[in-house]
């Protein structure tokens, strides 16, 4: 898969700022990774009733629609970070990290020591 190198993901929370960044990463898309995965929909519609849920070791969600991902321009930007050995994450958000870079604030979908991503029918 194509990854890239993130050098500049802040985690900015909704109420008090700034909590850091993290060191440079390599990351890949997260539509690219549920495309591969190839979830089946047993109507041709079914795509738009569903929500991505990502879960983190500590049981820590973050939500994303079908559409936010794969028909917005910012989807490019929703990145899933993996531990390498020249740009590694940090101990407490190893092996995989949620990032939403293009997000006002940052945090409340970050999700570290990613452990699931669902795909989820909501109706």
Same mark, same amino acid.
């Given at each position: ?52 849920? @990502?879960? %983190?070791?500590?049981?820590? #969600? $973050? +939500?994303? /629609? ?38 006002? @604030?940052? %945090?409340?979908?970050?999700? #570290? $020591? +990613?452990? /699931? ?7």
């Amino acid at each position: 898969m194509a990854w890239r190198n993130v050098a500049d993901f802040e985690i900015v929370c909704t109420r008090d700022g700034s909590h850091g960044r993290l060191p440079p990463v390599r990351a890949v898309r997260l539509c690219e990774l549920i495309d591969r995965a190839q979830p089946a929909f047993s109507h041709r519609t079914d795509f738009k009733r569903v929500a991505i849920v @990502a879960e %983190g070791r500590d049981g820590y #969600r $973050a +939500l994303f /629609s079908w559409g936010e991902l794969f028909n917005c321009a910012g989807s490019a930007a929703v990145l899933v970070a993996y531990d390498a050995p020249e740009c590694g994450l940090p101990s407490n958000a190893r092996p995989f990290a949620l990032l939403p870079c293009n997000d006002a @604030a940052t %945090g409340p979908r970050y999700v #570290r $020591a +990613l452990r /699931s991503v669902e795909v989820h029918k909501l109706w």
